[in-house]
């Protein structure tokens, strides 16, 4: 089955090698008017008119209505080349290799070969056996025919390129989206489970709170959760998660109701700030803010410790790539960083 280009490249050949013939015969014939005796000018403009006519089959008419038009034009001009006189001879030559040529792209070889041979036939039956006329219309033949393979297998090819081209694309994609789960789960994993055992190894708890936290954990890595299209208010959940942070949070939050899917990564995301200002600020003091205008939901998370470079942070680190900007991104958000000397400034926006 043909590739879209080659079948474009196919349909095109199909298209115009029967107008390209039938001009082509048109103007030969023309001169080649010109080039008959007195005497075989009446026959001339016959046959000039009958060509003419064979050009509108070449332009309007079937394949096989055209291919026989053609074989009539070439019979017809070579078996009276000998009435024409002067050099009708180079006439029915032209007009033979000129429609010999454009067979070879319209037709197989199945079709294309017999019908030059027959052609080529009633050519010699007029003018007696010629090598070098021969000779012309085979090399003319088949160095159209060969034209026509060299780039009949370029377009194949150009098919083939484009089919690989799509599918690496298309894996390309794939294993995108995949990395893109891989974070988002990598990120879930920082702050769930990976939290958990942090606070059971600097606080210690009693075993019955560990298997709490270890259902939450599992719930969370395994998507059991809430439908993510259901709306939540945000400034709710946040305003819940700062008291029962470990830090002084100084929270000014806002009813902002958005999809589970957007609360779950605010929260985790907002979560992930104050771990952070819990663990590198030493102040132990925190402001959460929630905002909305114009449907669009702003958090900040500001501290007043010593602040760092944010572009100093090992890409190894997760907690802002992966557990912040990563997820916020993810949901259609945008999450930016900002520190310096006397504090960090966490900004989630959704939608971006």
Known sequence: MAGQVEAEFLAAVGRYAGPVRG???VLLSAFGVCSASDEGLPLAFGLLGLVVLGAVADFAGGRLVALVSAVVRVVAVCAAQGELGGEAGLWALNVLTT???TLQWEWGPEVAVPVTGVLLG????A???DGAVVLRVV???SLARFAFLVVRRSTRQVDVSRVRRAASERAEALAAERRAREREYLALLHDTASATFLVVATEGIDPDAVAGYARRDL???AGTAEARDNPVDVGTSLRALADRSPLRVDTTAHPAPVPAAVAVALVRAVREALANVERHAG???AELAVTTAADRVVVTVADRGPGFDPDAVSEHRRGISGSIVARMAGVGGVASVTSAAGGTTVRL???A
């Open 219 to 221: 719930a969370l890595l």
């Open 139 to 141: 090399v003319e033949c």
């Open 122 to 125: 009633v050519q010699l039956w």
């Open 283 to 285: 102040t132990g003091h």
């Open 99 to 101: 429609t010999a040529i």
């Open 349 to 351: 926006a959704w939608p």
């Open 127 to 129: 003018t007696g056996f």
């Open 23 to 25: 001009v082509g015969v």
